[in-house]
């Protein structure tokens, strides 16, 4: 009986998942990050919580919308009152920003670090510490070795954490649950409104463990993500309107 | 039970205390002093100095004419209180009930004490040896009262000890300054021919109190014991010090850590009893060679856990060198505060700013990288960006404004605004082009101008106007100019951040 043979399959990986370190419930509870569709990526539907992923990310433009979008999904796993640590070599984050994204950036402790060696402690202890909500970690690199010491210390505390490379010249292979790529895209404002609209990124699943890849467009609107159907691209002249 | 007391007078109480330090000055003629009115007045003469006439009140230049070869010390004001204050503590061997009696005696409550050094004979002979052989020069008496026992001290005969009931006796011939009056009415005594204690005490009680009022009187029933006299006893600092000797000098890692875990222990134990908490601790290793190697550490929150403690240690406990080895060990927790254990149990769960994992997980940071890399925000009532964030002075300061969102903010600030070159069609609008690192951005959308002016009270300079535009590849950024457009006067474009 194929049907059956079919179900028998996805119970075992459903039983499988929790053995290999997978986690989607942070103290007891599940948590939406409102991701949406996205959501059908991750293996069991659920946004994987007590790993760490990986964003991929080259100049300043794409760190802020990286930024952004972990800020987007910080926001939620912050709900519950967590804290949240922020480690990076030349902190650029304006912190009433994040506000903007649903944190209370008082809530968010930031370690300035010259090298990249005590970044890398650093994140590491700060994954084993199991009273935070999620640790964001920016560096240049990261060595194979080292994604799995974090990885490891994720799975014993059940915190998540983001690693921002800063500058991918050479992405190894690493020991994180996924690969992001976040890439600005042009705003719309409905009814050819002049000014800025909210912010829209190219959100690229590289890679994802147990999961499939894929490529959204969305939106950060009244503080919640929105997936966009279509990239309408009108033509410049139209665009340009200055306030 | 009836009360004996001791009093100890230090004679040269600062001028021995600075010869301890400088042995030197022990055969020269030396004074403190102290700026008074604009010139130098001697505060304290040592006895050789006193020996050629140079007293405390003079002026120094008038004590150097009499002594060419005087030295000169400065005074700090409060010496002799802190002096006594130690001079106490070390009392507490003799009585627990030790208090002191500014501005060069002490005033030990000796009930009961006397026996267990065989007799008081020896009692006190134990104690003014003792305070010599430390350096200072003191007479002692002991009696039934306070009084009696200061006036003996003072004008009687060294060492004297005053049989129970014998004060009267003893006190008649002194002179009557020995009853510790003010100097003015030791004066009228004098003037009334009243030099000695035999002179009035006899005297109608009356009539002393309406000539000499209330005070003379309370002193005087005071030393003859028919008025009680309380004292306020110095209490111990309770010292948080473990100490762990060793019989074999210790030389390896593994062994320094034993003696560390120990001492934690031990001294965690005690604070958990206690209800305390250490802020700051200090391990001290006394090495063979007579170094001493010390590594210190610091919390964010009263902490009695020996393995929070341990690890926090753990960092730094490479830098130890114990060269030919370690012979003793001290753990000293400096700075010691109340920490309730009910709030320890309802924070040992909480996942935010209060949870306790999180403030170990801080100190463990700090121990490495130090405690000024580790930042927490807070809004502060600016407008300008840069002064509407400061850093919280520590983890648990409450916010006093509101984070606002009311206008767009980049997530990515730089420190420092970058000046760009930009072509702009008319004034005051948002720029058609721009360069930032030799790349070209062509401006397809833009809002603004947010007008943000100095705040002249803070800064002088130019106010600037805010945009924020996105490029034709959807790339969000926060540009301003600085001042207006005006050819008699500069202006000059910025960017500044880079929005999500």
Redesign the interface.
Known sequence: MPASKADIIAQLQKEILPLQGFKSILNGTAVDTGLGSIHEAFPNTRFPLGAVHEFCCAGAEAAAATGGFIAGILAALMRTGGAALWISSSRTIFPPALKSFGIEPDKIVFVDLQKEKDILWAMEEALKCDGLAAVVGEMREISFTASRRLQLAVEQSGVTGFILHRNPRNVNTSACISRWQIIPLPSELADDLPGVGFPRWNVELLKIRNGKPGVWQMEWAAGRFRHISRITSASPEQQKKAG | MPKRFVTIWFRHLETDWVILRRPLLHQQPFVLAAPDHGRMLVTKANALAQGRGVETGMAVADARTIISSLSVLNDKPGLSTQLLKGLAAWCIRYTPAVAIDPPEGLILDCTGCAHLWGSERAYLTDIITRLNGLGYHVRAAMADTIGAAWAMTRFGDDAAIIERGGQTAALLSLPSAALRLETDIIERLQKLGLRQVKDFIGMPRTALRRRFGQPFIQKLDQALGQEEELIQPVEPVASYRERLPCLEPIVTATGIEIALQRLLETLCHRLEQEQKGLRTAIFKGFRVDGRIEKIGIGTNRASHSSTHLFKLFELKLNSIEPALGIELFILEAQKVEDVSPVQEKLWAN????D????S???D??AG??GAD???????DEHYW?ER??KA?SS?HEK?NAR???DR????????KPEPIDVTAPIPD??PMLFRHKGKLH???????PERIEQEWWLQQGQHRDYY???D??????WLFRSGHYAADRSYQWFIH????
């Open positions: 909480a996942s935010g700013l949870g306790i994992r999180l170990e997980l801080m463990r940071l490495r990288i890399r580790i930042h927490r925000y807070i809004p960006p509407s964030v919280a983890i916010l984070w606002s969102i767009p903010r980049p997530l990515q600030l730089l420190s609008y948002p062509k401006i397809m959308k833009a809002d603004g924020c535009v996105e034709e590849t959807g790339h969000r950024y951040g880079f929005f999500a």
